[in-house]
Protein backbone atom coordinates (compact mmCIF):
# COMPACT_ATOMS: atom_id res chain seq x y z
CA UNK A 1 0.00 0.00 0.00
CA UNK A 2 1.39 3.76 -1.01
CA UNK A 3 1.98 5.17 2.29
CA UNK A 4 3.79 8.77 0.88
CA UNK A 5 4.26 10.57 -2.68
CA UNK A 6 7.74 11.46 -2.80
CA UNK A 7 9.10 14.15 -5.19
CA UNK A 8 15.73 15.57 -15.04
CA UNK A 9 28.69 26.21 -41.35
CA UNK A 10 26.15 27.36 -43.32
CA UNK A 11 26.98 28.61 -46.73
CA UNK A 12 27.19 32.86 -46.31
CA UNK A 13 23.81 34.84 -46.66
CA UNK A 14 24.24 38.44 -48.67
CA UNK A 15 25.15 40.91 -46.68
CA UNK A 16 22.18 43.48 -45.36
CA UNK A 17 19.13 42.86 -43.45
CA UNK A 18 19.10 38.73 -43.40
CA UNK A 19 15.08 38.31 -42.51
CA UNK A 20 14.58 40.77 -45.91
CA UNK A 21 16.61 38.59 -47.99
CA UNK A 22 15.22 35.72 -46.67
CA UNK A 23 11.25 36.68 -47.45
CA UNK A 24 12.64 38.00 -50.76
CA UNK A 25 13.68 34.42 -51.65
CA UNK A 26 10.31 33.39 -49.79
CA UNK A 27 8.54 35.68 -52.82
CA UNK A 28 10.12 34.16 -55.73
CA UNK A 29 9.13 31.11 -54.73
CA UNK A 30 6.10 28.56 -55.92
CA UNK A 31 3.13 29.33 -54.28
CA UNK A 32 2.96 25.66 -53.18
CA UNK A 33 6.90 25.63 -51.78
CA UNK A 34 8.38 22.26 -50.68
CA UNK A 35 8.05 21.85 -47.21
CA UNK A 36 11.34 20.15 -46.94
CA UNK A 37 12.87 23.45 -48.82
CA UNK A 38 10.67 25.39 -46.18
CA UNK A 39 12.47 23.53 -43.29
CA UNK A 40 16.47 24.16 -44.73
CA UNK A 41 15.71 27.49 -45.49
CA UNK A 42 14.18 28.10 -41.60
CA UNK A 43 17.05 26.23 -40.77
CA UNK A 44 19.20 28.14 -42.94
CA UNK A 45 17.81 31.65 -41.29
CA UNK A 46 17.88 31.06 -37.72
CA UNK A 47 21.55 29.70 -37.34
CA UNK A 48 22.97 32.75 -39.80
CA UNK A 49 21.02 34.66 -37.43
CA UNK A 50 22.05 33.27 -34.10
CA UNK A 51 25.53 33.35 -35.96
CA UNK A 52 25.12 37.14 -35.71
CA UNK A 53 24.74 36.94 -32.02
CA UNK A 54 27.96 36.10 -31.18
CA UNK A 55 28.59 39.25 -31.83
CA UNK A 56 26.50 40.89 -29.80
CA UNK A 57 28.03 43.00 -26.36
CA UNK A 58 28.04 40.35 -23.19
CA UNK A 59 27.63 42.81 -20.59
CA UNK A 60 24.20 46.13 -20.72
CA UNK A 61 23.22 48.19 -18.49
CA UNK A 62 19.50 48.85 -17.04
CA UNK A 63 17.30 50.85 -19.46
CA UNK A 64 13.31 51.38 -19.90
CA UNK A 65 10.99 48.72 -20.90
CA UNK A 66 10.64 47.00 -24.45
CA UNK A 67 8.32 46.31 -26.19
CA UNK A 68 8.61 43.27 -28.41
CA UNK A 69 6.88 43.07 -31.89
CA UNK A 70 3.32 42.26 -30.42
CA UNK A 71 3.60 45.37 -28.31
CA UNK A 72 3.55 43.54 -25.44
CA UNK A 73 5.11 44.86 -22.38
CA UNK A 74 8.76 42.80 -21.53
CA UNK A 75 8.68 43.66 -17.74
CA UNK A 76 11.70 44.61 -15.90
CA UNK A 77 10.76 41.70 -13.40
CA UNK A 78 10.33 39.25 -16.10
CA UNK A 79 11.89 35.50 -14.36
CA UNK A 80 13.81 35.14 -16.85
CA UNK A 81 16.78 38.09 -15.58
CA UNK A 82 19.65 35.79 -16.30
CA UNK A 83 19.01 36.63 -20.20
CA UNK A 84 17.89 40.29 -19.11
CA UNK A 85 21.70 41.14 -20.58
CA UNK A 86 21.08 40.66 -24.10
CA UNK A 87 18.06 43.26 -24.21
CA UNK A 88 20.75 46.25 -21.93
CA UNK A 89 21.92 48.82 -22.96
CA UNK A 90 25.71 48.98 -23.04
CA UNK A 91 26.79 52.77 -21.37
CA UNK A 92 29.67 53.12 -24.24
CA UNK A 93 27.06 52.21 -27.02
CA UNK A 94 23.92 53.39 -26.47
CA UNK A 95 21.87 51.97 -29.73
CA UNK A 96 22.57 48.53 -28.68
CA UNK A 97 18.84 48.78 -27.78
CA UNK A 98 17.38 48.98 -30.75
CA UNK A 99 19.70 46.86 -32.02
CA UNK A 100 19.09 44.33 -30.00
CA UNK A 101 15.21 44.84 -30.73
CA UNK A 102 15.57 44.12 -34.61
CA UNK A 103 17.51 40.78 -33.95
CA UNK A 104 14.93 39.89 -32.08
CA UNK A 105 11.98 40.73 -34.55
CA UNK A 106 13.93 39.29 -37.12
CA UNK A 107 14.52 36.01 -35.54
CA UNK A 108 10.95 35.65 -34.61
CA UNK A 109 9.65 35.80 -38.55
CA UNK A 110 11.72 32.61 -38.71
CA UNK A 111 9.81 31.33 -35.82
CA UNK A 112 6.54 31.86 -37.19
CA UNK A 113 6.84 29.06 -39.65
CA UNK A 114 7.16 26.50 -36.31
CA UNK A 115 4.61 28.35 -35.25
CA UNK A 116 6.70 29.70 -32.20
CA UNK A 117 6.28 33.65 -32.18
CA UNK A 118 4.89 33.85 -29.27
CA UNK A 119 8.11 34.30 -27.39
CA UNK A 120 8.85 37.80 -25.58
CA UNK A 121 12.08 39.04 -26.71
CA UNK A 122 14.33 38.47 -23.51
CA UNK A 123 13.36 34.45 -24.55
CA UNK A 124 13.78 35.02 -28.42
CA UNK A 125 17.50 35.91 -28.27
CA UNK A 126 17.77 32.88 -25.36
CA UNK A 127 17.17 30.57 -27.78
CA UNK A 128 19.22 32.32 -30.33
CA UNK A 129 21.70 32.03 -27.83
CA UNK A 130 21.31 28.37 -26.77
CA UNK A 131 20.69 27.29 -30.56
CA UNK A 132 24.09 28.85 -31.63
CA UNK A 133 26.29 27.01 -28.19
CA UNK A 134 24.59 24.29 -27.36
CA UNK A 135 22.44 22.43 -30.62
CA UNK A 136 24.76 23.65 -33.75
CA UNK A 137 27.40 21.52 -32.45
CA UNK A 138 25.86 18.86 -31.77
CA UNK A 139 24.10 18.64 -35.07
CA UNK A 140 27.32 19.48 -37.07
CA UNK A 141 28.73 16.58 -34.92
CA UNK A 142 26.03 14.27 -35.22
CA UNK A 143 25.73 14.95 -39.30
CA UNK A 144 29.57 14.29 -39.87
CA UNK A 145 28.73 11.26 -38.17
CA UNK A 146 25.50 9.53 -39.70
CA UNK A 147 24.72 11.49 -42.82
CA UNK A 148 27.67 11.99 -44.63
CA UNK A 149 26.58 9.26 -47.52
CA UNK A 150 23.39 9.29 -49.08
CA UNK A 151 20.22 7.07 -49.64
CA UNK A 152 20.92 3.45 -47.89
CA UNK A 153 19.81 2.27 -44.46
CA UNK A 154 22.97 2.23 -42.80
CA UNK A 155 22.80 3.19 -38.91
CA UNK A 156 19.02 2.99 -38.74
CA UNK A 157 17.21 4.86 -35.91
CA UNK A 158 16.57 2.94 -33.07
CA UNK A 159 12.73 -10.62 -2.09
CA UNK A 160 12.67 -12.13 0.90
CA UNK A 161 11.83 -9.01 2.59
CA UNK A 162 12.54 -9.43 6.30
CA UNK A 163 9.43 -7.34 6.83
CA UNK A 164 7.30 -9.55 4.63
CA UNK A 165 8.46 -12.33 6.59
CA UNK A 166 7.27 -10.80 9.70
CA UNK A 167 3.96 -10.17 8.33
CA UNK A 168 3.62 -13.90 7.47
CA UNK A 169 4.36 -15.70 10.53
CA UNK A 170 1.93 -13.14 12.30
CA UNK A 171 4.92 -11.38 13.82
CA UNK A 172 3.33 -8.02 12.99
CA UNK A 173 0.14 -7.06 11.25
CA UNK A 174 0.24 -4.82 8.02
CA UNK A 175 -1.33 -1.77 9.72
CA UNK A 176 1.08 -1.92 12.70
CA UNK A 177 3.58 -1.48 10.13
CA UNK A 178 2.05 1.05 7.93
CA UNK A 179 1.66 3.15 11.57
CA UNK A 180 5.56 2.81 12.08
CA UNK A 181 6.03 4.10 8.67
CA UNK A 182 3.55 7.05 8.69
CA UNK A 183 5.04 8.11 12.47
CA UNK A 184 8.80 8.18 10.94
CA UNK A 185 7.35 9.88 7.36
CA UNK A 186 5.93 12.92 9.87
CA UNK A 187 8.83 12.61 12.18
CA UNK A 188 11.83 13.20 9.80
CA UNK A 189 10.09 14.80 6.37
CA UNK A 190 10.45 18.37 8.37
CA UNK A 191 14.27 17.59 8.20
CA UNK A 192 14.52 15.71 5.20
CA UNK A 193 11.88 17.59 3.10
CA UNK A 194 11.40 14.08 0.98
CA UNK A 195 7.12 13.86 0.83
CA UNK A 196 4.45 15.77 -0.90
CA UNK A 197 1.33 14.04 -0.10
CA UNK A 198 0.73 11.53 2.75
CA UNK A 199 -1.68 9.05 1.04
CA UNK A 200 -2.77 7.86 5.18
CA UNK A 201 -6.43 6.76 5.10
CA UNK A 202 -5.50 4.46 1.42
CA UNK A 203 -2.47 3.44 3.15
CA UNK A 204 -4.88 1.92 6.56
CA UNK A 205 -7.24 0.75 4.50
CA UNK A 206 -5.02 -1.64 2.21
CA UNK A 207 -3.12 -2.52 5.49
CA UNK A 208 -6.36 -3.41 6.76
CA UNK A 209 -7.73 -5.65 3.50
CA UNK A 210 -4.24 -7.21 3.77
CA UNK A 211 -4.36 -8.51 7.27
CA UNK A 212 -7.85 -9.71 6.64
CA UNK A 213 -6.57 -11.93 3.49
CA UNK A 214 -3.92 -13.45 5.66
CA UNK A 215 -6.49 -14.48 8.21
CA UNK A 216 -8.40 -16.18 6.23
CA UNK A 217 -5.46 -18.30 4.66
CA UNK A 218 -4.63 -16.15 1.94
CA UNK A 219 -0.81 -14.73 1.20
CA UNK A 220 -0.38 -13.26 -1.80
CA UNK A 221 3.72 -13.02 -1.67
CA UNK A 222 6.49 -11.40 0.12
CA UNK A 223 5.24 -8.17 -0.64
CA UNK A 224 2.19 -8.63 1.18
CA UNK A 225 1.19 -6.32 3.69
CA UNK A 226 4.20 -4.12 2.86
CA UNK A 227 3.95 -0.19 2.64
CA UNK A 228 5.77 1.69 -0.36
CA UNK A 229 6.96 5.36 -1.47
CA UNK A 230 5.91 6.60 -4.59
CA UNK A 231 7.17 9.49 -6.80
CA UNK A 232 5.62 12.37 -7.14
CA UNK A 233 4.83 11.60 -10.99
CA UNK A 234 2.93 8.05 -10.06
CA UNK A 235 -1.00 9.11 -10.10
CA UNK A 236 -3.19 7.60 -7.91
CA UNK A 237 -6.82 8.54 -7.65
CA UNK A 238 -8.17 10.88 -5.25
CA UNK A 239 -4.65 12.25 -4.49
CA UNK A 240 -2.40 15.18 -5.71
CA UNK A 241 0.06 14.47 -8.10
CA UNK A 242 2.23 17.66 -8.62
CA UNK A 243 4.78 16.22 -10.91
CA UNK A 244 7.34 17.76 -8.76
CA UNK A 245 6.64 21.57 -9.77
CA UNK A 246 4.59 24.30 -7.78
CA UNK A 247 3.03 24.90 -11.39
CA UNK A 248 1.05 21.68 -10.82
CA UNK A 249 0.28 21.50 -7.29
CA UNK A 250 -3.46 21.04 -6.90
CA UNK A 251 -3.55 18.52 -10.18
CA UNK A 252 -5.34 15.30 -9.27
CA UNK A 253 -5.38 12.64 -12.32
CA UNK A 254 -8.30 10.20 -11.38
CA UNK A 255 -6.21 7.25 -13.14
CA UNK A 256 -4.41 4.10 -11.45
CA UNK A 257 -0.85 4.14 -12.39
CA UNK A 258 -0.04 0.34 -14.02
CA UNK A 259 2.94 0.59 -11.60
CA UNK A 260 0.79 1.49 -8.47
CA UNK A 261 -1.76 -1.41 -9.47
CA UNK A 262 1.17 -3.88 -9.54
CA UNK A 263 1.15 -3.79 -6.47
CA UNK A 264 20.27 10.65 4.47
CA UNK A 265 23.55 10.34 5.57
CA UNK A 266 24.41 14.24 5.48
CA UNK A 267 21.63 15.97 5.77
CA UNK A 268 23.19 19.13 5.02
CA UNK A 269 23.57 18.38 1.41
CA UNK A 270 20.95 17.64 -1.23
CA UNK A 271 19.94 14.68 -1.86
CA UNK A 272 20.07 15.70 -6.00
CA UNK A 273 17.97 13.87 -8.70
CA UNK A 274 14.15 14.56 -9.56
CA UNK A 275 13.89 10.72 -7.48
CA UNK A 276 15.51 12.38 -4.33
CA UNK A 277 12.36 11.84 -2.56
CA UNK A 278 11.80 8.01 -2.66
CA UNK A 279 15.89 7.66 -2.25
CA UNK A 280 15.84 10.02 0.89
CA UNK A 281 12.73 8.21 2.23
CA UNK A 282 14.26 4.51 1.86
CA UNK A 283 17.93 5.53 3.58
CA UNK A 284 16.06 6.85 6.17
CA UNK A 285 13.71 4.53 6.98
CA UNK A 286 10.52 6.04 6.21
CA UNK A 287 9.41 3.93 3.86
CA UNK A 288 10.41 0.36 3.54
CA UNK A 289 10.95 0.76 -0.23
CA UNK A 290 10.33 3.14 -3.05
CA UNK A 291 9.41 3.43 -6.62
CA UNK A 292 11.12 6.32 -8.61
CA UNK A 293 11.62 7.01 -12.33
CA UNK A 294 14.92 7.44 -14.33
CA UNK A 295 15.37 9.60 -17.44
CA UNK A 296 18.73 10.70 -17.48
CA UNK A 297 19.89 9.79 -14.22
CA UNK A 298 17.03 10.55 -11.69
CA UNK A 299 17.57 7.00 -10.29
CA UNK A 300 21.08 6.45 -10.01
CA UNK A 301 22.34 10.30 -8.85
CA UNK A 302 19.80 9.83 -5.37
CA UNK A 303 20.69 6.80 -4.65
CA UNK A 304 24.21 7.19 -4.59
CA UNK A 305 23.57 10.25 -2.30
CA UNK A 306 21.66 8.63 -0.15
CA UNK A 307 23.75 5.36 0.29
CA UNK A 308 20.92 3.19 -0.67
CA UNK A 309 20.42 -0.08 -3.33
CA UNK A 310 18.57 0.63 -6.29
CA UNK A 311 18.14 -0.42 -9.69
CA UNK A 312 17.31 1.13 -12.79
CA UNK A 313 16.12 -1.96 -15.12
CA UNK A 314 16.25 -2.54 -18.59
CA UNK A 315 14.06 -0.23 -20.28
CA UNK A 316 10.30 -1.08 -21.31
CA UNK A 317 10.49 -3.67 -18.16
CA UNK A 318 7.44 -1.82 -15.90
CA UNK A 319 4.96 -0.04 -18.12
CA UNK A 320 4.36 3.57 -17.35
CA UNK A 321 0.97 4.40 -17.86
CA UNK A 322 -0.60 6.76 -15.37
CA UNK A 323 3.10 8.12 -14.94
CA UNK A 324 4.65 11.66 -15.48
CA UNK A 325 6.17 11.12 -19.49
CA UNK A 326 9.50 13.12 -20.02
CA UNK A 327 10.89 11.64 -22.97
CA UNK A 328 8.90 7.98 -23.81
CA UNK A 329 12.17 6.64 -25.74
CA UNK A 330 14.06 6.96 -22.11
CA UNK A 331 11.53 6.66 -19.09
CA UNK A 332 12.14 3.74 -16.54
CA UNK A 333 10.74 2.84 -13.08
CA UNK A 334 12.94 1.22 -10.95
CA UNK A 335 12.70 0.03 -7.18
CA UNK A 336 15.15 1.80 -4.29
CA UNK A 337 15.89 -0.64 -1.60
CA UNK A 338 17.89 -1.51 1.16
CA UNK A 339 19.47 -4.78 -0.49
CA UNK A 340 19.76 -5.83 -4.24
CA UNK A 341 17.84 -9.29 -2.86
CA UNK A 342 14.64 -6.58 -2.37
CA UNK A 343 15.51 -4.94 -5.85
CA UNK A 344 14.57 -8.27 -7.45
CA UNK A 345 11.45 -9.21 -5.87
CA UNK A 346 10.26 -5.88 -6.30
CA UNK A 347 11.43 -5.99 -9.98
CA UNK A 348 9.68 -9.31 -10.53
CA UNK A 349 5.84 -7.56 -8.66
CA UNK A 350 6.20 -4.58 -10.94
CA UNK A 351 7.67 -5.80 -14.26
CA UNK A 352 5.75 -6.86 -17.26
CA UNK A 353 3.75 -5.86 -20.13
CA UNK A 354 1.13 -2.71 -19.82
CA UNK A 355 -1.09 -2.35 -22.71
CA UNK A 356 -1.89 1.25 -22.68
CA UNK A 357 2.32 1.35 -22.81
CA UNK A 358 3.57 0.16 -25.94
CA UNK A 359 7.46 0.34 -25.01
CA UNK A 360 6.85 -2.20 -22.13
CA UNK A 361 7.48 -5.59 -22.99
CA UNK A 362 7.36 -9.14 -21.16
CA UNK A 363 10.98 -9.38 -20.54
CA UNK A 364 11.85 -13.10 -19.54
CA UNK A 365 13.29 -12.27 -16.17
CA UNK A 366 15.52 -14.87 -14.75
CA UNK A 367 15.86 -16.28 -11.27
CA UNK A 368 18.73 -13.84 -10.09
CA UNK A 369 19.21 -16.63 -6.43
CA UNK A 370 19.86 -19.13 -8.84
CA UNK A 371 22.69 -18.05 -10.86
CA UNK A 372 25.99 -19.62 -10.83
CA UNK A 373 27.89 -16.60 -10.76
CA UNK A 374 31.26 -18.59 -10.50
CA UNK A 375 30.40 -18.89 -14.66
CA UNK A 376 30.62 -15.22 -14.88
CA UNK A 377 33.32 -13.11 -16.34
CA UNK A 378 32.71 -9.27 -14.95
CA UNK A 379 34.87 -6.76 -16.67
CA UNK A 380 36.09 -3.76 -14.46
CA UNK A 381 36.29 0.21 -15.54
CA UNK A 382 39.39 2.42 -14.35
CA UNK A 383 37.10 4.13 -12.15
CA UNK A 384 35.56 0.84 -10.54
CA UNK A 385 35.61 0.23 -6.85
CA UNK A 386 38.51 -2.22 -6.12
CA UNK A 387 37.12 -3.35 -2.81
CA UNK A 388 34.02 -4.62 -5.08
CA UNK A 389 36.12 -6.24 -7.57
CA UNK A 390 38.04 -8.36 -4.33
CA UNK A 391 35.10 -9.10 -3.13
CA UNK A 392 33.36 -11.04 -6.40
CA UNK A 393 37.02 -12.09 -7.30
CA UNK A 394 37.19 -13.82 -4.22
CA UNK A 395 33.67 -15.32 -4.79
CA UNK A 396 35.23 -17.41 -7.76
CA UNK A 397 33.72 -14.79 -10.39
CA UNK A 398 36.83 -14.38 -13.07
CA UNK A 399 37.42 -10.28 -13.18
CA UNK A 400 39.01 -8.40 -16.02
CA UNK A 401 40.07 -5.00 -17.07
CA UNK A 402 37.68 -3.96 -19.30
CA UNK A 403 36.99 -0.77 -21.60
CA UNK A 404 33.72 0.43 -23.22
CA UNK A 405 35.04 1.64 -26.91
CA UNK A 406 32.99 3.37 -28.87
CA UNK A 407 33.77 5.96 -31.52
CA UNK A 408 29.95 8.34 -30.88
CA UNK A 409 31.41 11.54 -29.53
CA UNK A 410 28.30 13.06 -29.17
CA UNK A 411 26.42 11.07 -26.18
CA UNK A 412 25.40 13.83 -24.27
CA UNK A 413 24.08 16.02 -26.73
CA UNK A 414 21.90 12.91 -28.38
CA UNK A 415 20.63 12.41 -24.65
CA UNK A 416 19.39 15.88 -24.54
CA UNK A 417 18.26 16.14 -27.95
CA UNK A 418 15.99 13.34 -27.28
CA UNK A 419 14.65 14.19 -23.92
CA UNK A 420 14.10 17.88 -24.58
CA UNK A 421 12.17 17.75 -27.88
CA UNK A 422 9.97 14.45 -26.36
CA UNK A 423 9.48 16.15 -23.14
CA UNK A 424 8.38 19.44 -25.39
CA UNK A 425 5.90 17.56 -27.39
CA UNK A 426 4.32 16.77 -24.05
CA UNK A 427 4.34 19.99 -22.45
CA UNK A 428 4.15 22.13 -25.33
CA UNK A 429 0.61 24.01 -23.77
CA UNK A 430 2.41 24.73 -20.69
CA UNK A 431 5.06 26.50 -22.53
CA UNK A 432 2.47 28.75 -25.03
CA UNK A 433 0.51 29.30 -21.74
CA UNK A 434 3.54 31.10 -20.22
CA UNK A 435 3.67 28.64 -17.34
CA UNK A 436 6.88 28.02 -17.45
CA UNK A 437 7.70 31.39 -16.08
CA UNK A 438 6.48 30.32 -12.38
CA UNK A 439 8.89 27.16 -12.60
CA UNK A 440 10.67 26.80 -9.88
CA UNK A 441 14.01 26.67 -11.35
CA UNK A 442 14.40 29.08 -14.50
CA UNK A 443 17.58 27.82 -15.39
CA UNK A 444 16.17 24.33 -16.10
CA UNK A 445 13.48 22.78 -17.82
CA UNK A 446 12.48 26.36 -19.38
CA UNK A 447 15.39 27.19 -21.04
CA UNK A 448 16.00 23.90 -22.91
CA UNK A 449 12.30 23.07 -23.53
CA UNK A 450 12.72 26.99 -25.31
CA UNK A 451 15.88 25.48 -27.46
CA UNK A 452 14.46 22.34 -28.09
CA UNK A 453 11.98 24.49 -30.51
CA UNK A 454 14.76 24.55 -32.77
CA UNK A 455 15.30 21.34 -33.01
CA UNK A 456 14.68 20.45 -36.83
CA UNK A 457 13.20 16.89 -37.68
CA UNK A 458 15.84 16.16 -39.80
CA UNK A 459 18.32 16.61 -37.36
CA UNK A 460 16.02 15.07 -34.59
CA UNK A 461 16.21 12.29 -36.50
CA UNK A 462 19.98 12.09 -37.06
CA UNK A 463 20.31 12.39 -33.28
CA UNK A 464 18.25 8.88 -33.24
CA UNK A 465 20.94 7.41 -35.94
CA UNK A 466 23.84 8.45 -34.37
CA UNK A 467 22.20 6.58 -31.36
CA UNK A 468 21.62 4.02 -33.21
CA UNK A 469 25.14 3.63 -34.09
CA UNK A 470 26.17 3.75 -30.32
CA UNK A 471 23.59 1.03 -29.91
CA UNK A 472 25.33 -0.94 -32.39
CA UNK A 473 29.25 -0.52 -31.23
CA UNK A 474 28.24 -0.59 -27.49
CA UNK A 475 26.71 -4.14 -28.67
CA UNK A 476 29.43 -5.43 -30.35
CA UNK A 477 31.97 -4.28 -27.37
CA UNK A 478 30.24 -5.71 -25.00
CA UNK A 479 31.78 -8.97 -25.03
CA UNK A 480 31.44 -10.21 -20.71
CA UNK A 481 28.60 -10.78 -18.65
CA UNK A 482 28.77 -7.45 -16.67
CA UNK A 483 31.39 -5.15 -15.79
CA UNK A 484 31.76 -2.67 -12.95
CA UNK A 485 31.85 0.89 -12.63
CA UNK A 486 31.08 4.49 -11.64
CA UNK A 487 27.86 5.01 -10.95
CA UNK A 488 27.45 8.66 -11.62
CA UNK A 489 30.18 9.50 -14.68
CA UNK A 490 28.06 11.55 -16.36
CA UNK A 491 29.06 10.36 -20.11
CA UNK A 492 28.08 7.08 -18.71
CA UNK A 493 24.81 8.06 -17.32
CA UNK A 494 23.82 9.20 -20.87
CA UNK A 495 25.06 6.24 -22.63
CA UNK A 496 23.05 3.95 -19.72
CA UNK A 497 20.16 5.47 -20.55
CA UNK A 498 20.37 5.74 -24.47
CA UNK A 499 21.32 1.89 -24.58
CA UNK A 500 18.46 0.90 -22.01
CA UNK A 501 21.12 -0.50 -19.45
CA UNK A 502 20.49 -2.19 -16.41
CA UNK A 503 22.42 -0.91 -13.93
CA UNK A 504 22.38 -1.60 -9.78
CA UNK A 505 23.68 0.76 -7.40
CA UNK A 506 25.12 -0.51 -4.66
CA UNK A 507 26.54 1.66 -1.28
CA UNK A 508 30.15 0.31 -0.80
CA UNK A 509 31.61 3.00 1.71
CA UNK A 510 31.48 6.13 3.69
CA UNK A 511 34.23 8.99 3.62
CA UNK A 512 34.10 12.04 5.93
CA UNK A 513 32.39 15.27 4.70
CA UNK A 514 34.18 17.91 3.61
CA UNK A 515 34.75 20.81 6.25
CA UNK A 516 33.34 18.98 9.11
CA UNK A 517 32.89 21.10 12.48
CA UNK A 518 35.49 20.72 14.70
CA UNK A 519 33.72 18.70 17.11
CA UNK A 520 33.37 15.79 15.07
CA UNK A 521 30.20 14.76 13.43
CA UNK A 522 28.66 11.55 12.79
CA UNK A 523 27.65 13.03 9.05
CA UNK A 524 29.16 11.11 6.15
CA UNK A 525 29.66 11.08 2.47
CA UNK A 526 28.30 7.73 0.56
CA UNK A 527 30.70 5.64 -1.79
CA UNK A 528 29.10 3.83 -4.17
CA UNK A 529 29.79 2.23 -6.97
CA UNK A 530 27.39 0.18 -10.17
CA UNK A 531 27.72 -2.87 -11.75
CA UNK A 532 25.90 -3.03 -15.46
CA UNK A 533 24.64 -5.83 -17.20
CA UNK A 534 23.28 -5.91 -21.04
CA UNK A 535 19.44 -5.18 -22.05
CA UNK A 536 17.66 -7.86 -20.38
CA UNK A 537 19.88 -9.53 -18.21
CA UNK A 538 19.00 -7.83 -15.39
CA UNK A 539 19.16 -10.78 -13.12
CA UNK A 540 22.99 -11.00 -13.79
CA UNK A 541 23.90 -7.06 -12.29
CA UNK A 542 21.41 -8.43 -9.49
CA UNK A 543 23.01 -11.57 -8.73
CA UNK A 544 26.44 -10.07 -8.75
CA UNK A 545 25.33 -7.11 -6.24
CA UNK A 546 23.72 -9.77 -3.91
CA UNK A 547 27.04 -11.63 -4.26
CA UNK A 548 28.93 -8.70 -3.17
CA UNK A 549 26.54 -7.66 -0.22
CA UNK A 550 26.41 -11.02 1.17
CA UNK A 551 30.32 -10.22 2.19
CA UNK A 552 29.83 -6.69 3.28
CA UNK A 553 27.90 -4.52 5.35
CA UNK A 554 27.64 -1.17 3.81
CA UNK A 555 24.02 -1.60 2.56
CA UNK A 556 23.02 -2.51 6.52
CA UNK A 557 24.15 1.07 7.78
CA UNK A 558 21.73 3.39 8.60
CA UNK A 559 22.04 7.41 8.55
CA UNK A 560 22.78 9.44 11.97
CA UNK A 561 19.47 11.39 11.37
CA UNK A 562 18.61 11.36 15.32
CA UNK A 563 22.22 12.07 16.37
CA UNK A 564 24.42 13.94 14.49
CA UNK A 565 27.20 13.88 17.21
CA UNK A 566 28.42 16.30 20.03
CA UNK A 567 27.83 19.89 19.23
CA UNK A 568 27.39 19.41 15.49
CA UNK A 569 24.23 21.34 14.20
CA UNK A 570 22.93 21.64 10.52
CA UNK A 571 22.88 25.54 9.57
CA UNK A 572 20.14 26.99 8.03
CA UNK A 573 20.05 27.51 5.20
CA UNK A 574 22.63 25.03 4.83
CA UNK A 575 25.85 26.20 3.67
CA UNK A 576 26.22 23.40 0.89
CA UNK A 577 24.89 24.87 -2.08
CA UNK A 578 23.00 22.91 -4.54
CA UNK A 579 25.10 21.50 -7.08
CA UNK A 580 25.00 23.03 -10.17
CA UNK A 581 23.29 21.15 -13.33
CA UNK A 582 24.52 18.95 -15.70
CA UNK A 583 22.34 19.32 -18.64
CA UNK A 584 19.91 16.94 -17.08
CA UNK A 585 19.19 14.77 -13.79
Known sequence: MTVSRSLKKQSPTPAGNTATW????????SSRPSTRFMASLFLLLFYSLADSFADLPSQFQAQQELTDINKSAILPTCPCR????????DSKNGNECPKNITEASQIRHGLTLLDADFFNDI???????????????????????????NGGLHNPSPLVLELGELIKKKQITSEELTGIFLKRLRRYNPVLESVVTY?????????????????????????????????DIISVPLYKTTWGSTTFKNQVLNIE?????????????????????????????????????ETAGSITYPASRCGVTTLRPTFGSVGRTGVMSLSERLDKLGPFCRNAADCAVILDAIRGKDPDDLSSRDIPFGDPFSVDITKLTVGYLDDADMEVVHVLESKGIKVVPF????????VQGILNFTMDVDMLAHFDEWQRSGKDDDYEA????????RRAHVVSAVDYLQAQRARGKLIQEVKENFNIDAF???????????????LGLPVIVVPTGFKNIPNPPPTGTRRRTTVNTGIYAPPNHDHIALALAMAYQSATNHHKQRPPIDDLGPNDTIPNPPTVPIPPRRLHM
Open 403 to 410: KLNYTVDS
Open 82 to 89: RAATLLEM
Open 484 to 498: IGNATDWERVCMGNL
Open 257 to 293: AWVYKRNPWNIEEFSTGSSAGPAACTSAGMTPFAIGS
Open 123 to 149: KVLEIAKGAKEFNIPIIRTNRKLVASI
Open 199 to 231: TEDLAYQQAKEADKLLSQGVHLGPLHGIPYGLK
Open 22 to 29: FLDKCRNM
Open 442 to 449: QDQWPVEL
